[in-house]
């Protein structure tokens, strides 16, 4: 057992994730590393999720077991609740609009009721700490893994909407996020699978980058979670990530912008880290530089392995200890503001308004480009032949739940047009899945495609492109990256949802038939 000063305020440091035989169980592994190894942190993810009983089921034992190992302050429980396209609660909970989305409404008080909202149902659960706002700026159409999660290109609309919802999560009592520092915007590589590179100069950086982080820490941000990317203009050693450099950590975020709360490093087990230095080393490599939480999502082995590496380097002196009392003394501040042992037991019910609030959002925020006069509202008479094409939702991000990847387009639309034809292709069709798709659509009056990320795939592009070619009229819902629409302006109507979520698309297909009026603007540029 591990029972000394020392490596209770290691435990203390280290946030993990676990997979165990339900979703409301806990896995032998974790419960070891809470009782032996006093870890004050855990993250959840899909797998540990079940209907809202189970996650208040889960949630209690994981603080009654740190109560009954000795623990001082309860467990920070976290979860990747952005929204949108990167959820983890499901049946049971709301849907709530995720970023892209809001930013596309231009009204930042909208953003303080989905993260006061979002804030409420997660504290309902037992879940107290949200790893959210993403305020990267994603000024690069041709990001992998920021996108739609990011509220859009201008730094300052990023700021204000990013403040707005840290303002509404606090009001909830929720621990808030500003990720992923200083910057994850302006990259083509997603950190998940290997280290990219952001070359501005410090200059720029403060000019756009790091104008979200500024807000967001003088709005009271709880935490701030770091970027495995690699800035040459602030880190002298090549290839070491913003996580593991105390010229970003200590240097620009503590020192030159003043920020003295917690920070949380992202997942130590992404490519970026874990195929460079190492999980382990890169936690007390992180440590080195001002980190405070080491975040290790999935693998007990490293898990245990890098627990034991921070013991070891303190002792033999590689790592101070007294940088493990200043984070230790930071962790334990954040717990003792925010947090108490009373969790709340009672049974999860949704707030109906929510859904009235969603449902306000999304018009606001959908937005609708109607080239062709007099195309709109389509016709959903029996004789009015519809055919709707879409891909199956492959293309998913290792943030991205696959649970929800949505294959809802078809039914939305036979909600309101119940003989309109479905037909869904591979994310990357096939010429043969193309040529079939050509086949049916010459029996149509109208045809509604969706997109999925075609600006990254050739196949889905061919496959638009030989529709718009047939003189039918047709309409392109791109239905997570806007970026789509802009390969396509020879569309009827273009329609941007900014998420695959079945409220999002039913909106958009209930503007197409004349149902609801939408009044999004894009809030990236679409070429």
Known sequence: MMTDSLRKK???????????????????????????????GIILFGRNIGTPDEIQELT??????????????????????????????????????????????GDPELARKIGYATGTELLKLGINWNLSPVVDVNNNPTNPVIDVRSFGENPNSVAEFGSQLITGMKEAGMITTLKHFPGHGDTNL???????????????????????????????ADTVMTAHVYFPSIEPEVDRPATMSEAVITGLLREELGYDGVITTDCMEMKAIADGI???????????????????????????EAIERVYSAVQTGELDEETIDAAYKRVSNLKKKTLNWHPNSTTFLRDAYYETLVHDVMKKGITLVE????????????????????????????????????????????????????????????QEEIDHVIHEADKADTIIVGTLTASRSESQQRLVEALLHLNIPVAVIAMRSPYDLGHFPEAAVAIATYEFTTPALRIAVQCLYGKVKVAGKFPVTIL
């Open 190 to 220: 997603d950190s998940h699978l290997e280290l990219p590179v952001i070359s501005h100069d410090l200059t720029r950086l403060h000019e756009i980058e790091l104008v979200p982080f500024k807000t967001g820490i003088a709005n009271g």
């Open 278 to 304: 190492g999980t382990a080393q890169g936690a007390v490599e992180a440590i080195k530089a001002g980190v405070d939480l080491i975040m290790i999502s999935h693998l007990p082995e490293l898990q245990y």
């Open 10 to 40: 290691i435990g203390q440091l280290m946030v993990f994730g676990f997979k165990a035989e339900s979703p409301s169980k806990l896995s032998k592994d974790i419960q070891e590393l809470i009782d032996g190894h006093h870890v004050g």
């Open 60 to 105: 209690a034992s994981l603080q009654t077991c740190a109560k009954k190992a000795g623990h001082e302050q309860p467990l920070f429980i976290c979860i990747d609740q952005e929204n949108g396209v990167v959820r983890r609660l499901g049946e049971g909970t709301t849907v709530f609009p995720g970023a892209m989305l809001l930013g596309a409404t």
């Open 371 to 430: 080239k062709k006069e007099g195309f709109l509202p389509l016709s959903n008479a029996a004789s009015h032949q519809v055919l709707v094409v879409y891909p199956e939702n492959t293309y998913l991000t290792q943030v991205e739940d696959e649970r929800f990847s949505s294959h809802a387009l078809g039914s939305v639309v036979q909600e309101i047009h119940p003989e309109a034809k479905v037909l869904t292709v591979s994310q990357h069709p096939t």
